[in-house]
T-cell receptor, first 113, second 113 residues
Framework: DSGVTQTPKHLITATGQRVTLRCSPRSGDLSVYWYQQSLDQGLQFLIQ???????AKGNILERFSAQQFPDLHSELNLSSLELGDSALYFC????????????FGPGTRLTVT | AQSVAQPEDQVNVAEGNPLTVKCTYSVSGNPYLFWYVQYPNRGLQFLLKYITGDNLVKGSYGFEAEFNKSQTSFHLKKPSALVSDSALYFCAVSQYSGYALNFGKGTSLLVTP
């Protein structure tokens, strides 16, 4: 158990809908990262937050947004969902920044029908 | 730009034999290098990292990796493979001037009894 929790574990929704994925980092970790894993794209970095502020942005679509709250939990919002958004979404946390190892949550499997 | 390559989709090894999973990287500055392992239906787990210092890095579960700056490589090794080592292995790279962590496409390791 990494100490990172993600909810829900599975999510099935229809095209055009909006969903919110939630992540709670390990106790004491200030950075939260979001990743998308799919068979064709592999593991793609989406976005990083550090202590409530956006620190780095990767291949995140404009339809996607995220935030980190004062209690350090984070949410990833996916809107206008398309079939191609079906993937495993991971949250990870680390103590500080990019030199620190990241601890991954179990993931949320999103299926868009 | 930074990138990482894992040239082998799959590596097959007999139990008890040494294993090597290859990784090469490309960054404009000094790299931060990581290895992660993913078991089926699980999040990624940190194995080891190179930030600076000794080129030979020792990590979890008996794994080690050698940083080779001239060959821009960071191969993962283990002297004696176990069946339980069978999993998907990811190499990742970042650098100080950027904060994103770029993952390779992963190498599937199969250790047979």
């Amino acid at each position: 158990d990494s100490g990172v929790t993600q909810t829900p574990k599975h999510l099935i929704t229809a095209t055009g809908q909006r969903v919110t994925l939630r992540c709670s980092p390990r106790s004491g970790d200030l950075s939260v990262y979001w990743y998308q894993q799919s068979l064709d794209q592999g593991l793609q970095f989406l976005i990083q937050y550090y202590n409530g502020e956006e620190r780095a942005k990767g291949n995140i679509l404009e339809r996607f947004s995220a935030q980190q709250f004062p209690d350090l939990h984070s949410e990833l919002n996916l809107s206008s969902l398309e079939l191609g958004d079906s993937a495993l979404y991971f949250c990870a946390s680390s103590v500080d920044g990019i030199r620190d190892e990241q601890y991954f949550g179990p993931g949320t499997r999103l299926t868009v029908t | 730009a930074q990138s990482v390559a894992q040239p082998e989709d799959q590596v097959n090894v007999a139990e008890g034999n040494p294993l090597t999973v290859k990784c090469t990287y490309s960054v404009s500055g000094n790299p931060y290098l990581f290895w992660y392992v993913q078991y089926p239906n699980r999040g990624l787990q940190f194995l080891l990292k190179y930030i600076t210092g000794d080129n030979l890095v020792k990590g979890s579960y008996g794994f080690e990796a050698e940083f080779n700056k001239s060959q821009t490589s960071f191969h993962l090794k283990k002297p004696s493979a176990l069946v339980s080592d069978s999993a998907l292995y990811f190499c990742a790279v970042s650098q100080y001037s950027g904060y994103a962590l770029n993952f390779g496409k992963g190498t599937s390791l199969l250790v047979t009894p």
